[in-house]
Protein backbone atom coordinates (compact mmCIF):
# COMPACT_ATOMS: atom_id res chain seq x y z
CA UNK A 1 0.00 0.00 0.00
CA UNK A 2 1.03 3.81 -0.45
CA UNK A 3 3.17 4.72 2.13
CA UNK A 4 4.76 8.43 3.00
CA UNK A 5 7.07 8.90 5.29
CA UNK A 6 8.30 12.29 6.46
CA UNK A 7 11.32 12.77 8.17
CA UNK A 8 13.54 15.92 9.54
CA UNK A 9 11.55 18.27 11.55
CA UNK A 10 13.23 19.59 14.74
CA UNK A 11 13.63 22.58 16.38
CA UNK A 12 15.63 25.37 14.61
CA UNK A 13 16.26 29.16 15.66
CA UNK A 14 14.83 32.00 13.29
CA UNK A 15 16.67 32.13 10.43
CA UNK A 16 17.89 28.43 10.82
CA UNK A 17 17.71 25.84 8.00
CA UNK A 18 16.25 22.25 7.58
CA UNK A 19 15.70 19.77 5.23
CA UNK A 20 12.79 17.91 5.37
CA UNK A 21 12.70 13.98 3.00
CA UNK A 22 9.36 12.19 2.67
CA UNK A 23 10.47 8.74 1.90
CA UNK A 24 7.56 7.14 -0.56
CA UNK A 25 6.57 3.27 -0.92
CA UNK A 26 3.92 1.08 -2.36
CA UNK A 27 3.38 3.06 -5.50
CA UNK A 28 4.84 4.38 -9.15
CA UNK A 29 6.60 7.55 -7.32
CA UNK A 30 8.11 8.57 -10.88
CA UNK A 31 5.21 9.09 -12.64
CA UNK A 32 3.27 11.51 -9.91
CA UNK A 33 3.80 14.97 -8.71
CA UNK A 34 4.51 15.32 -4.93
CA UNK A 35 3.23 18.12 -3.11
CA UNK A 36 4.76 19.44 0.52
CA UNK A 37 1.76 20.84 3.07
CA UNK A 38 1.93 22.43 6.79
CA UNK A 39 -0.54 23.18 9.28
CA UNK A 40 0.05 25.30 12.04
CA UNK A 41 -1.29 25.09 15.46
CA UNK A 42 -5.15 26.68 15.41
CA UNK A 43 -5.03 26.49 11.55
CA UNK A 44 -6.41 25.11 8.33
CA UNK A 45 -3.41 23.07 6.21
CA UNK A 46 -2.19 24.80 3.73
CA UNK A 47 -0.22 23.90 0.47
CA UNK A 48 3.40 24.77 1.27
CA UNK A 49 4.82 23.58 -2.48
CA UNK A 50 4.36 21.04 -5.39
CA UNK A 51 6.97 19.80 -7.77
CA UNK A 52 6.32 17.55 -11.24
CA UNK A 53 6.68 14.05 -11.64
CA UNK A 54 9.98 14.80 -13.69
CA UNK A 55 10.85 18.15 -11.27
CA UNK A 56 10.55 20.00 -14.58
CA UNK A 57 8.33 22.79 -12.88
CA UNK A 58 7.60 23.63 -8.93
CA UNK A 59 5.57 25.73 -7.49
CA UNK A 60 5.43 27.75 -4.12
CA UNK A 61 3.43 29.49 -1.75
CA UNK A 62 3.73 33.24 -1.97
CA UNK A 63 4.65 32.67 2.22
CA UNK A 64 7.80 30.76 1.39
CA UNK A 65 8.66 31.66 -2.01
CA UNK A 66 12.71 32.36 -2.24
CA UNK A 67 13.32 30.67 1.08
CA UNK A 68 12.09 27.15 0.45
CA UNK A 69 12.97 24.70 -2.34
CA UNK A 70 11.25 21.54 -3.77
CA UNK A 71 13.56 18.98 -4.97
CA UNK A 72 13.08 15.40 -5.69
CA UNK A 73 15.04 12.08 -6.62
CA UNK A 74 12.88 9.17 -8.32
CA UNK A 75 15.77 7.11 -7.92
CA UNK A 76 15.22 6.80 -4.24
CA UNK A 77 11.93 7.52 -4.62
CA UNK A 78 11.72 10.73 -2.08
CA UNK A 79 10.59 14.19 -2.18
CA UNK A 80 12.46 17.22 -0.04
CA UNK A 81 11.79 20.39 0.92
CA UNK A 82 15.36 22.27 1.84
CA UNK A 83 13.85 25.31 4.23
CA UNK A 84 15.99 28.31 4.69
CA UNK A 85 15.77 31.73 6.34
CA UNK A 86 13.01 29.85 9.00
CA UNK A 87 10.22 32.62 10.51
CA UNK A 88 8.36 31.84 13.80
CA UNK A 89 5.06 31.51 11.31
CA UNK A 90 6.65 28.44 9.40
CA UNK A 91 6.53 26.34 12.38
CA UNK A 92 4.06 24.26 11.75
CA UNK A 93 3.61 20.22 10.92
CA UNK A 94 4.67 19.35 7.56
CA UNK A 95 2.99 16.74 5.39
CA UNK A 96 3.97 14.68 2.41
CA UNK A 97 0.92 15.04 -0.36
CA UNK A 98 0.42 12.63 -3.31
CA UNK A 99 -2.74 12.14 -5.31
CA UNK A 100 -3.37 9.04 -7.51
CA UNK A 101 -4.88 8.94 -10.71
CA UNK A 102 -8.07 8.17 -9.32
CA UNK A 103 -7.83 11.01 -7.41
CA UNK A 104 -7.02 9.17 -4.17
CA UNK A 105 -5.02 11.93 -1.62
CA UNK A 106 -2.18 10.07 0.06
CA UNK A 107 -0.59 11.72 3.71
CA UNK A 108 2.13 10.96 5.93
CA UNK A 109 2.45 11.13 9.84
CA UNK A 110 3.91 14.52 9.52
CA UNK A 111 7.05 16.28 10.86
CA UNK A 112 6.66 19.03 13.10
CA UNK A 113 8.94 21.59 12.71
CA UNK A 114 8.92 24.52 15.92
CA UNK A 115 11.15 27.85 15.13
CA UNK A 116 11.94 29.65 18.41
CA UNK A 117 15.01 31.07 19.82
Known amino acids: QVQLVESGGGLVQPGGSLRLSCAAS????????MRWYRQAPGKERELVAN????????NYADSVKGRFTISRDNVKSTVYLQMNSLKREDTAVYFC??????????WGNGTLVTVSS
Open 51 to 58: ILSDGSST
Open 97 to 106: NMVDFRLSLY
Open 26 to 33: GFTFRIYA
